[in-house]
């Protein structure tokens, strides 16, 4: 009976969003528009830079004047996008485990002793089918998707890195229109609990409430913006997702259209607010009424703060 229902609901979800996040949605909203910006001179920092969607961000980035601290932790994938990188800007390869909070810091501490971060992205994220925890003993997807960003933001805060004039946009997912923020699920304690495709949604639902804390911390502090790239036909959906991708493959979007909007993003910077943003519109966060009662953002942000204190408490 759990089978069935759980089936009827991925039937509804598909239904209801399959035009919108598929690439025949960009076409709509976005269609041939260009992107004439110019980040000549500005310091980004690309998470998860190696593949697909951050991939195509730090190389769009790049070709538009940037210089991109690229993080991701396969140093050959590293040299070869620092390889590949076009136009006036470059890459700036930085080989860090995003899964593992004491590298993050040692990464973040390092660039940050380095001047100003004008646009974050937190983009590197994983659906993980099997628990398995991390040398600090946090659930690799969580300390990945949610853990590892929350760490981030606060290094590079900490050293001066993040300003009233930076940019924070954080990459999360379609999935999380199912999900109430349920802090419980954020992390399960063993194998038998674990639910890679719920956890998945939690940690980017959990990634639009962040998004809302860090816009409320006043005039001095970075601006945030949280979007989704749709349907995109990535590594990570090959590995995690096949049947959903046999299903729609040949609606689902390229890489370079679900990074458009983080680009467009960081060169309009539009009034922050309430929504999640998708082909450079601002979308309602929630599409069904019961996922507006999940657990406040300063819940989130003092489960996070825990949570981090024990992984720093676990290390190695």
């Not at 689902?252 to 467009?264: C, P």
């Not at 309602?284 to 949570?307: I, M, N, P, S």
């Amino acid at each position: 009976m759990g089978g069935m229902i759980k089936a009827l609901g991925a039937a509804i979800f598909y239904a209801r969003f399959a035009r919108p996040f598929s690439r025949l949605g960009f076409k709509r909203r976005v269609g041939d528009a260009g992107l004439q910006a110019d980040f000549s001179g500005q310091r980004w920092l690309v998470t998860g830079a190696t593949g697909g969607i951050g991939r195509a961000i730090a190389l769009g980035a790049a070709a538009r004047g940037a210089t991109v601290l690229a993080f991701a932790r396969d140093a050959r994938k590293l040299a070869a996008l620092e390889s590949e990188a076009r136009g006036p800007g470059k890459v700036v390869p930085v080989a860090v485990d995003l899964s593992l909070m004491h590298d993050i810091r040692r990464a973040a501490a390092q660039v940050a002793g380095e001047g100003a971060i004008d646009v974050l992205v937190h983009n590197v994220g994983v659906m993980c089918h099997e628990f398995a925890r991390t040398a600090e003993g946090v659930e690799q997807g969580l300390a990945t998707n949610l853990l590892g960003h929350w760490v981030l933001d606060g290094a590079l805060r900490e050293g001066g890195a993040l300003t009233a004039g930076s940019a924070i946009i954080s990459m999360s997912s379609g999935g999380m229109y199912g999900a109430a923020l349920d802090l419980a699920v954020l992390e399960a304690a063993d194998a038998g609990t674990h639910d890679g495709f719920l956890a998945y949604a939690q940690h980017k639902r959990a990634q639009v409430a962040l998004t809302h804390y860090w816009n409320r911390q006043g005039p001095g502090a970075p601006r945030a913006w949280v979007m989704h790239p749709g349907w995109v036909d990535t590594d990570g959906v090959r590995t995690a997702l096949p049947g959903f991708r046999k299903l729609f493959r040949a609606l689902l979007r390229n890489a370079g259209e679900g990074a458009d909007t983080a680009l467009w993003l960081a060169a309009t910077r539009p009034a922050t607010g309430e929504g999640i943003w998708l082909d450079r519109h601002r979308d309602d966060e929630h599409a069904f009424g019961f996922t507006r009662q999940g657990a406040a953002d300063e819940a989130l942000v003092a489960w996070l703060e825990q949570r981090a204190l024990g992984a720093a408490g676990r290390r190695g």
